[in-house]
């Protein structure tokens, strides 16, 4: 199936993203497929069952590391428009958030161990309210994230002013 | 915004990195080990086994992966107050770098527990009313000089354009306070406090620990060793089984009232709340002091409650709802104890009326009644179905059942709403009777909300929506006929 990109007006985020994501699927797969192994040779090695959670296991490990970020990357894309942050993500959880910087509260830039590793880091803009306050938007560049924080918070001073 | 041009006005200069007080390891000490409960529980295991080489072991470890932790945190949060914001960067592993921009700031939180209070340190809480509902932490210093703090404090407040003069002079001469309480009215307000659930807890733990405990004021064992020494009472309690009961009972009573005094005397020991050209400020605490400012423009709506012993001394309790939360515990309380006119004043200085004025209260629909014994129908035949099989367990449900409708009955009798003074005002329940107060221009949002069962009694909700708050202030008026709900909605837009 060819992927539909994201739409043209949106940018889409650093390539490095997407290593982060293989790091991160790889630190959760491979010792989970390293456990099914030993349980599988300790426990299960006499029944008719062995051998096939770890081949389960290693083919949703193998696709979560090699097919799905570059899926996630690809349908990942984001806009800013002076007065708005627009992302849009995912495919069969399709959604298209788009917050005015006016309505932020604050802002947030973390980095993970991974994000380190591969150069990205995420912008957490969190809003007033109680549902769906929090919007995140992963694999930017850090200069990039503190390029579009700088133009959040230039927006909510002026609302101020 | 004269101030502002005293201020830098480069809005990227942030001012020099800092850290926490050094004796954030002291304080932070404390919360570390309120986050290790199961590590407690082990020790306790341990002593009790008299494995004390383990309990020390553990003791030892505990210390050194706090502290360490906490060295760690200190070295790592850096915080810089710019001219328009405060960045705090934070963590090891996870780097976060948080900006808060002053003009987001609905409240600055100062916090000093007993070790905060022996070293001249607080705790600064900026809250924005971000991050839903105030589980997360938004923009907390946990331990920095008082001078500092209060340095940030009137910095948030100059930044906001808000008086900052008048409220620089004002923390060195006040005048009277808005709405205080004496340790008589604390008193009286711990009383009210009395707490069900130590109770129902206590009553659960004697009951499934007791014996391994040796502390089941059921028992007559427990009277009997407890008062061996004075006869008249043992004797009685020999007698009768009954006795030991109700002596129970009495002891866990007793417990219940007094942790309702001892946690109302903690928490609004010296409770003083002033008005200050910008908003309110209120402290209160025993050992753990909290000086807590609320801008009146963040006011969303007022909250009067009470319950039903208080309502028969007319005391009510003051809430107000703002952007941001008490602490995490819902809205900010302005006066805990209170007569309707002390309420009163406290609403009069944001010129909100506490009752209205013009216009007049309206009952809801009778079929707040009618609807909700209809749901009850099927559980009546079924309970009298089967009584013949089941005796008195069956007649148990019927009672419950007229009690559950005597209790709606007198809800109905309680609920009423009234529109004057640019404001909506209704009253609900009986149990708990609350009065919100909701200024007509904070409704964000109207919904008239009925179900396949309400629309059978031709009723619908009203269902407000005011910024902030959580799910515990909920503003709605109750079986509203369609034409009526449509109405008031209607006079609630114009």
Request: hydrophobic letters at 45%; charged letters at 20%; a positive charge.
């Amino acid at each position: 199936m060819t992927a539909t990109a994201i739409p043209t007006d949106l940018q889409p985020v650093e390539p490095g993203y997407r290593d982060a994501l293989r790091a991160r699927a790889a630190s959760f797969w491979v010792p989970l497929f390293v456990a099914s192994l030993i349980v599988n040779a300790t426990a299960l090695a006499d029944t008719p069952f062995s051998g096939i959670v770890p081949a389960v296991i290693g083919l949703i490990g193998l696709s979560g590391i090699l097919v799905a970020p570059d899926r996630i990357y690809r349908r990942l894309g984001y806009a800013i428009d002076g007065r708005f942050l627009r992302t849009v993500r995912g495919w069969l959880f399709h959604t298209d958030t788009v917050v005015p910087f006016v309505r932020v509260q604050h802002i947030d830039v973390t980095r993970g161990p991974f994000d380190k590793m591969f150069g990205t880091a995420t912008l957490v803009v969190h809003t007033a309210g109680t549902h769906n306050s929090i919007v995140s938007l992963p694999g930017l560049s850090p200069e990039r994230a503190a390029e579009i924080r700088e133009a959040i918070r230039s927006e909510i001073r002026a609302d101020a002013e | 915004m004269n101030e502002a041009a005293a201020l830098p006005a480069d809005h990227d200069l942030l001012g020099p990195p800092e850290r926490l007080h050094p004796l954030y390891l002291l304080t932070g000490l404390g919360q570390a080990l309120r986050g290790a409960w199961g590590m407690l529980a082990a020790g306790a295991y341990f002593a009790a086994q008299g494995s004390w080489l383990i309990v020390g072991f553990m003791a030892v470890l505990f210390v050194l992966l706090s502290v360490g932790s906490l060295y760690l945190k200190w070295l790592k949060l850096e915080y810089r107050v710019g001219a328009h914001e405060l960045r705090i960067d934070s963590g090891w592993l996870n780097r976060t770098s948080r900006v808060i921009p002053f003009d987001r700031v609905t409240d600055v939180d100062l916090e000093q527990g007993p070790l905060h209070r022996l070293f001249g340190l607080a705790r600064v809480k900026l809250e924005t009313g971000g991050s839903a509902g105030g589980k997360e932490e938004e923009g907390v210093l946990h331990t920095i000089s008082l001078a500092k703090a209060e340095a940030l404090r009137e910095h948030v407040r100059a930044r906001k354009g808000l008086a900052p003069a008048a409220v620089a002079s004002a923390t060195e001469t006040e005048g009277a306070p808005l709405f205080s309480m004496g340790s008589k009215r604390v008193l009286t307000a711990g009383l009210f406090n009395f707490s069900l659930a130590v109770i129902a807890g206590l009553f659960g733990l004697s009951q499934t620990m007791g014996d391994a405990l040796g502390f089941d004021p059921f028992e007559r064992q427990f009277w009997i060793d407890l008062f061996a020494r004075s006869g008249p009472v043992r004797d009685l309690i020999m007698a009768h089984r009954i006795g030991a009961a109700v002596a129970g009972s009495i002891l866990l009573v007793l417990l219940g009232i007094g942790t309702g005094l001892a946690r109302t005397l903690l928490r609004e020991h010296g409770f003083r709340l002033d008005r200050t050209g910008s908003g309110f400020r209120r402290r209160r605490g025993l050992l753990t002091l909290t000086d807590v400012t609320i801008p009146a423009k963040r006011v969303q709506a007022a909250i009067l409650a009470t319950g039903p012993i208080r309502r028969s001394f007319r005391w009510w309790e003051l809430k107000l709802q703002s952007l941001a939360q008490d602490g995490g515990k819902g809205d900010h309380v302005v006066a805990p104890l209170a007569r309707e006119e002390e309420a009163g004043n406290i609403l009069d200085s944001l010129r909100w009326p506490i009752a209205p004025g013009s216009g007049t209260w309206l009952p809801v629909s009778r079929a707040f009644v009618t609807s909700f014994i209809g749901i009850l129908i099927p559980a009546a035949i079924a309970a009298i179905a089967v009584t013949p099989f089941l005796g008195p367990v069956g007649l148990l449900w019927i009672v419950g059942g007229l009690a559950a409708i005597g209790a709606r009955w007198f809800d109905w009798k309680r609920t009423r709403y009234a529109l004057g003074d640019g404001a909506l005002f209704v009253e609900t329940g009986w149990w708990r009777h609350r009065r919100s107060i909701i200024p007509m221009r904070k409704i964000q949002s109207i919904d008239l909300a009925e179900s396949w069962w309400s629309r059978m009694f031709g009723i619908c909700t009203l269902r407000l929506g005011v910024a902030g708050g959580s799910g515990f202030s909920d503003h709605h008026v109750p079986a509203l006929s369609r034409p009526d709900a449509e109405a008031l909605r209607a006079e609630l837009l114009a």
